[in-house]
């Protein structure tokens, strides 16, 4: 009914859980289309999409980002940080996104990034070691400034420890 409220779930069985994971859906800005094809394509391995002049979808391990040029590579604004939260004694850049890899993964990911000479905003390291949700981290930059956290659990059923 027009004008009517709707109210919220209030119920922990309202939220969105299920069994199959569908892929998400992800659109950022860069300033350089070029330069996001290397990043995402070359370093990072993903498989290209669809693309057109100024855009490019991504398969990130299933999902779909799209990199969407904003403005010419000369006065586009960068995409960049918000602002950091403080979180096991390090600064993470926020907002952020990536994927959360296998342990064997993550090391190949890591050798492969510290090898192409990235500068990481936070270098591979174990986040809360020994306790719940022990896991293996990494943040550093795309080359319009986007955050990118790539992780791994030793233990997959610690994704969501409390």
Known sequence: ???TPVSAPTTESA???TSVR???HLAIPVDDIEAAREFYGTLLGFSRGRSAERWTDWNVAGHQVVTHQVGEPSDAPRAGVAGTNPVDGHDVPVP???LVLTVPEFRALAERLTAAGTRFVIE???RF???PGEQWTMFFLDPAGNALEFKAFADPEQLFAV
């Open 129 to 131: 070691e020994g306790e």
């Open 15 to 17: 939220a969105i859980v």
């Open 22 to 24: 569908p892929p998400f």
């Open 1 to 3: 009914m027009r004008g």
């Open 124 to 126: 591979p390291y174990v």
């Open 96 to 98: 952020h996104f990536g």
